[in-house]
């Protein structure tokens, strides 16, 4: 499975974008990227709709320990 980051820059698209089609914050984006929260499903499924993937196919962060951690929906 691809990250987030990959599947973003695999479109040539920015933080700020991919935030702007899936209606959601930059910083929820960045917060997912760098492992920090969990994104809540309705947040995979909004950023899946954007990348035109998916929802399996977004990997959430890389970092475990935050596994609990969820991205509050802006």
């Given at each position: 499975?691809?990250?987030?980051?990959?599947?973003?820059k695999?479109?040539n698209?920015?933080?700020?974008?991919?935030?702007?089609?899936?209606?959601?914050?930059?910083?929820?984006i960045?917060?997912?990227?760098?492992?920090?929260?969990?994104?809540?499903?309705?947040?995979?499924?909004?950023?899946?709709r954007?990348?035109?993937?998916?929802?399996?196919?977004?990997?959430?962060g890389?970092?475990?320990h935050?596994?609990?951690?969820?991205?509050?929906?802006?």
């Open positions: 499975m691809a990250t987030l980051r990959q599947l973003r695999q479109q698209l920015t933080q700020e974008q991919l935030a702007d089609a899936a209606e959601v914050s930059s910083s929820t960045y917060h997912i990227e760098a492992g920090k929260v969990r994104p809540r499903p309705s947040i995979v499924r909004r950023l899946a954007a990348l035109s993937v998916s929802p399996s196919d977004i990997q959430s890389e970092g475990s935050m596994e609990h951690t969820q991205a509050r929906e802006s």
